[in-house]
């Protein structure tokens, strides 16, 4: 075939051979076909070990509401008393992002996660003998910091990505629901037996499978090293000198998220915590109330995936105040109507409607905060949030000893609302900040 090159003037100034050099450069810098399929390969499992790590994030915390009665009767303690495991756990849980920054810096990626899978290993370890309740919420505690750790690598790795976060995010939020949907179907099952605490046995299973995925697709790497065998460029780097935590913390809506996370979470634990026994108690449940727990982290799951396309039609923004309004309206009918059924239903509904509420929140913080300051933000907004996983199922706990557990209603009704009013400082910083 016969190729025509125009050879200009020498007048023009131009060079040709040097152009042509520039596009073989350009050609060379670009992948070739087994290397894109190599990269997907790889960017496909480090994705599926973080999804796996938030399934057992999720496993964890639907464990408890179907055990929190047949712990009450073992310890023969009341409410107030058997509301520490989610102090202890929030405890942990702050304490460990707190630390990520740090961790994180010093240590990198591959390694902090490790450290937070042994955690959570060794809490369900310490769990499966029910040993004595102080020994059990100490558990709790480190099952938090654990847990922390992972929840602040993932979450941050993930939202950098740069292609399909938000679905991504979805669908790493969605494997946290389908954990804490599947956890109460096995225990409450093993809450109608006389070794209840056997159940952890299942849960060591998964957490002993869950550190070695962490440790062979990551290899104890930092996370630049890891994204750089997907294919994908190094992550930003600070343009200042401060450190990391004053720049954090300088990022006056950084609070607002942290806010909005400690509500959303407090809320979602509370319902997934209490609601058994409100069901048992107010709605003269049987011993089958736990799969109503199923139910609402099953909803949360199909919501994180299931509405990302309605997420994307009407705007994240838009969306999360609809979800907001429908989901008080269900929660208030969950307190007036006196009916297992109608309850059951509108609980599992509420679960859709709060599912895509956390993903939209972590996808908002890495549109407005910058690349080096993303894992260390999400890591202390999740910590701070988690604070509400302690703070409202204590004082839900605390509410029912002295005024029956039909309390537990009016708090997340109002909780709701309030969280609904944090949405519109949050919402409200739509660019990025430098």
């Known amino acids: 075939m016969k190729i025509d090159v125009e050879t200009p003037a020498v007048s023009s100034g131009t060079t040709p051979v040097a152009s042509l050099h520039y596009a073989e ?10 290397q894109r399929a190599k990269f997907r390969r790889f960017g496909r499992m480090h994705f599926l070990a973080c999804c796996w790590c938030f399934f057992l994030e999720g496993w964890n915390d639907g464990t408890t509401g179907p055990l929190l009665p047949v712990i009450q009767k073992h310890y023969n303690v009341g409410f107030a008393v058997v509301s520490l495991i989610f102090v202890l756990n929030c405890i942990g849980f702050v304490i460990g992002a707190f630390l990520n920054v740090h961790l994180n810096d010093k240590f990198g990626f591959g390694k902090v996660s490790f450290t937070g899978s042994v955690c ?49 995010l979805g669908f790493l939020h969605g494997s946290y629901g389908l954990g804490a949907f599947v956890a109460p179907l096995a225990a409450t099952h093993f809450a109608q037996m006389r070794h209840w605490s056997f159940h ?57 998220l942290a806010l909005f996370a400690l509500i959303y979470i407090g809320v979602e634990v509370t319902l997934g915590g209490w609601i058994v026994t409100f069901i048992i108690q107010e709605r003269q449940g049987g011993a089958n109330a736990g799969y109503i727990s199923s139910g609402f982290f099953g909803g949360i799951t199909v919501g994180r995936i299931g509405l990302i396309w309605l997420n994307r039609w009407i705007g994240e923004r838009n969306a999360l105040f609809l979800y907001a309004l429908i989901a008080i309206g269900l929660e208030v009918t969950v307190w007036v109507v006196p009916s297992l059924i109608e309850n059951a239903v509108a609980v599992s509904v509420i679960g859709v409607l709060m599912g895509p509420m956390y993903p939209i929140l972590v996808n908002h913080t890495k549109s407005i905060l910058p690349g080096w300051l993303l894992t260390g933000s999400v890591g202390w907004i999740t910590g701070i949030g ?32 309030a969280m609904t009013v944090v949405w519109i400082l949050v919402s409200r910083v739509q660019r990025r900040i430098d």
């Open 120 to 168: 959570q290993l060794a809490t369900y370890a310490i769990l499966a003998p029910a040993g004595p309740f102080p020994l059990m919420i100490i558990a709790y505690g480190l099952a938090g910091f654990g847990m922390a750790l992972q929840n602040a690598c993932a979450n941050g790795f993930v939202g950098s990505l740069n292609k399909g976060t938000a679905t991504k």
């Open 25 to 34: 450069d350009a050609a060379l810098d670009q992948p070739s076909a087994a």
């Open 200 to 256: 952890f046995l299942i849960s060591l299973g998964l957490a002993v499978s869950n550190t070695v995925v962490l440790s062979a697709v990551f290899k104890f790497r930092t996370q630049d090293e890891i994204m750089a065998e997907a294919g994908h460029a190094p992550g930003e780097l600070s343009k200042v000198s401060e450190s990391k935590y004053r720049q954090i913390m300088g990022i006056k809506v950084v609070h607002y």
């Open 386 to 417: 988690q604070a509400g996983s302690a703070v409202l199922p204590f004082v839900a706990g605390v509410l029912a000893s002295k005024f029956g557990i039909s309390s537990m209603q009016p708090l997340v009704v109002s909780m709701m609302g």
